[in-house]
């Protein structure tokens, strides 16, 4: 079974650029979450969609924005790049996005490295 | 405010020679423990969940047990290719807010020589 796929592998940009970020989840899974690993750190929560509505926003900008495809894909959106906006961004998807009465396991994929020059 | 810390930030082992890392979180409500392991520039890969105190989870040389303040990753006779980061999350109760949203430590680097 395919795992977590997210595009592209790397990307470059400058400052004050927009980037688009994509992801498909595992199959069945209806929530996706996104996170952001700078170097040396923990991922650090974005967003989390479940059945394409926002249910959690993490501590960023405006300029980060996200949506969820009727086929559970995900976009992350960051307009006005900045230099410190350089990190690998992670995708999870997982069943039910935690509602339910247990934690359920999320499940990253390879990650895109954006590169803000 | 939950908060995850991991210890040690490195860790040098020689082949064979066992040991543990350490998870130490701090949240309103636990609604799960997550260990994680990463190689460079990949994505998170899931080794473990854990949902209650005294419970523990195997597999291969890995051993990630559970107490009300902490877990720990058990290595037994590690081999050169255990060597990555190991990540431990936790997801919290969060009344109000996102209840799916991971909090992660910065990870423990894992070496281990031939």
């Known amino acids: 079974d395919a795992g977590v796929t997210q595009s592209p592998t790397h990307l470059i940009k400058t400052r004050g650029q927009h980037v688009t970020l994509r992801c498909s989840p595992i199959?069945?899974?209806?929530?996706v979450s996104w996170y952001q690993q700078v170097l040396g750190q923990g991922p650090q929560f974005i967003f989390q969609?479940?059945?394409?509505?926002?249910?959690g926003r993490g501590n960023f900008p405006d300029r980060f924005s996200a949506r969820q495809f009727p086929n559970y894909s995900s976009e992350l959106n960051v307009n006005a790049l900045l230099l410190g906006d350089s990190a690998l961004y992670l995708c999870?998807?997982?069943?039910?996005?935690?509602?339910?009465?247990?934690?359920?396991?999320?499940?990253f994929g390879p990650g895109t490295r954006l590169t803000v020059l | 405010e939950d908060q995850v810390t991991q210890s040690p930030e490195a860790l040098r082992l020689q082949e064979g020679e066992s040991s543990s890392l350490n998870c130490s979180y701090t949240v309103s409500g636990l609604r799960g423990l997550f260990w994680y392991r990463q190689d460079p520039g990949k994505g998170p890969e899931f080794l473990f969940t854990?949902?209650?105190a005294g419970e523990e989870k195997e597999k291969e040389r890995l051993k990630a047990t559970l107490t009300k303040k902490e877990s720990f990753l058990h290595i037994t006779a590690p081999k050169p290719e255990d060597s990555a980061t190991y990540l431990c999350a936790v997801q919290a109760e969060n009344y109000g807010g996102s209840q799916g949203n991971l909090i992660f430590g910065k990870g423990t680097k894992l070496s281990v020589k031939p």
């Open positions: 999870a998807s997982s069943l039910v996005g935690g509602y339910a009465s247990i934690a359920d396991t999320q499940y």
């Open positions: 199959s069945g899974h209806k929530s």
């Open positions: 969609y479940y059945e394409k509505e926002e249910r």
């Open positions: 854990l949902y209650s």
